[in-house]
């Protein structure tokens, strides 16, 4: 019976594999945790900055409402950003018309039409153009687009929300592509064999099929891309013409929320109502983007459920 | 022997060999099925069945690696060059082994293909979905749940749903791959009852793993093994003990595979 109780001793005793889990254990969740804690710990920074103005100046109505943006009038300083959405929302909405259709029609041809080596190749491609950081971006509005509009629509100035709106929506295309892809390519072959059995043709295929079938990746897709939209802030600061103004037209410059807390923070003093102001400007931009991002993530989850 | 000389066959295939890249899944195939016979084939995995399916119906341009060498004639025509081989396709019903209910509901799955033909009017397709759904012995069971994802329904009850989808097609030649995997055996005698009276509309190719089946529906029967049709013949005679190859009585009687 010894062996029986030695077996015992050992299945009492923590071995060598066993701290080398719980000590896995340990970092995995460590590491899982910290990224919610960062996001927790940045949310309360902005929150914290942004209180002060929150306290004593804040007047929602006229925060939300007002097209003032004036905070460093001597008299009366305004703290309006209805001007700043409208110029963010306008922006955005034109990069969407421009990236949406573009990068729809790109996802289609890399996930259906195209194949083996074309396919490897325009993936590597679109990641590429994915990656150009959003200054050069932003260049390409000053340098480019800017005299381009000049020529093209004989109007003044070529900075605004046309300029930024193309710009943004090409920034946005290869991330949206990308993930739209990624959402066709989810959609079992055996639905396009067994359509294509039915004497489907490869339109008929797509249309009929993959796309019903890849819907709500592909309004994550968007959507993300709107996120990135709101959230842009170097090439909007460069290629609006970062002018305050309620757009008439896309020929208007605006400025953007984003661009707005980059180009004035530097110049403020701490603590100050213009710097805390920014910083309410900050938590709004925060909750927007949180909303949308959320409502991207609940959506794709909804195709995983079916 | 069924004499051949008077009428066409709806399919004809000759010497046909297939490839994957390298490897050979069936070659040197040589055989004729007659319109409106039930003709099955029977053998075990890695013989070679799905794939002489898939280039029937030119499936074989969905899989760049496929390649196939020999004729295949329907209804007398050369499938090879076809400019439009989504006619082929339509002409030809095919039921995978393994149900795919396309992710839409039971009732567009089977409206799907007539409204590829252009079939649009709605009281029209009402009495083509009810036929075919009825025709697959499952009409009973979802004509409640019509608009409900077809991908929602059991395995057995999608797989029937596979069957309605493929008789929408009002196919001539209607290709069952295994259909009975995925059902149970009460649903498999009422489905194989349905055949028998399909076979007065179209031709049916059955592929089956089930030896008896083939036996209880099969005019002709072909045995393939290991990518060859090693023998074929009027599938009473195979049963009764007349199979020439020693393999195939083995495989029939159960003895491998």
New interface residues.
């Given amino acids: 019976m010894t062996t029986q109780s030695n077996q015992l001793a050992s299945f009492d005793q923590r071995d060598k594999e066993w701290y080398i889990d719980k000590a896995i254990q340990i970092i995995v969740f460590m590491s899982g945790i910290s990224a919610i804690l960062f996001v927790v710990g940045i949310f309360a920074f902005v929150t914290m900055e942004g209180f002060g103005f929150l306290l004593k100046d804040f007047s929602i109505s006229e925060f939300l409402l007002s097209p003032w943006w004036e905070p460093t009038d001597e008299d009366e300083p305004t703290y309006g950003i209805l001007a700043l959405v409208a110029g963010t929302a306008s922006v955005t909405g034109l990069a969407m018309l421009v990236a949406v259709p573009f990068s729809l029609g790109a996802a289609i041809y890399i996930g259906e039409f195209a194949?083996?080596k074309k396919r490897e190749y325009l993936k590597i491609l679109i990641e590429l153009l994915a990656a150009i950081p959003s200054v050069v971006w932003g260049f390409i509005g000053l340098t480019i687009m800017n005299p381009l509009i000049i020529a093209v629509f004989d109007v003044p100035v070529g900075l605004n929300v046309l300029n930024a709106g193309i710009i943004l929506g090409l920034m946005a295309a290869p991330i949206m592509t990308s993930i739209a892809e990624d959402a066709l390519k989810a959609v079992p072959d055996?639905?396009?064999?067994?359509?294509?059995?039915?004497?489907?043709?490869r339109w008929?295929v797509i249309y009929?099929?993959v796309l019903?079938?890849a819907k709500n990746g592909l309004l994550g897709a968007v959507l993300l891309g709107v996120g990135r939209g709101f959230g842009e802030t170097m090439a909007v600061l460069m290629a609006t013409g970062h002018a305050i103004n309620i757009p008439g037209s896309v020929f208007d410059p605006v400025r953007a929320l984003t661009a707005t807390i980059a180009a004035e923070l530097g110049e403020t003093a701490v603590g100050s109502t213009h710097y805390e102001a920014l910083f309410t400007i900050g938590i709004f931009l925060f909750l927007i983007t949180f909303i949308i991002n959320l409502t991207a993530d609940l959506i794709v989850r909804g195709i995983r459920k079916? | 022997m069924v004499t051949t000389t008077e009428i066409t066959p709806k399919l004809q295939v000759k010497d046909l060999t297939i490839r994957y890249g390298s490897h050979t899944a069936l070659s040197g195939v040589s055989l004729e099925v007659m319109p409106n016979e039930i003709f099955s084939i029977i053998g075990p995995a890695n013989a070679g069945k799905t794939s002489f399916l898939k280039v029937l119906n030119r499936m074989d341009t969905f899989n760049s690696e496929m390649k196939y060498d020999g004729k295949i004639f329907f209804n007398g025509l050369d499938t090879r060059h076809l400019r439009n081989h989504y006619a082929l396709r339509r002409r030809i019903g095919v039921v995978f082994p393994l149900p795919v209910g396309l992710p839409m509901t039971v009732y567009e799955n089977v409206a799907l293909s007539p409204r590829l033909r252009g079939i649009n009017n709605k009281a029209e397709l009402d009495v083509i979905v009810e036929r075919c759904l009825q025709r697959a012995a499952l009409w009973d069971e979802v004509k409640d749940r019509l608009d409900s994802l077809g991908s929602l329904l059991s395995g057995g009850q999608q797989q029937r749903l596979t069957i309605a989808r493929a008789l929408s097609q009002e196919p001539e030649l209607l290709v069952l791959d295994e259909f009975s995997i995925a059902v149970d055996p009460v649903t498999t005698m009422r489905i194989e009852e349905v055949l028998k009276e399909l076979k007065e509309e179209m031709t049916i190719i059955l592929v089956t793993n089930l030896v008896q089946q083939a036996r209880r529906l099969a005019d002709r029967t072909a045995f393939f093994l290991n990518g060859e049709c090693v023998e074929m013949g009027i599938t009473e005679a195979l049963f009764s003990g007349e199979a020439k190859d020693q393999r195939t009585i083995d495989y029939i009687e159960g003895r491998f595979g």
Avoid at chain 1, 190 to 201: N, V
């Fill in positions: 194949s083996g055996r639905y396009r064999e067994a359509a294509e059995a039915l004497g489907a043709t008929q009929k099929t019903p079938a079916q």
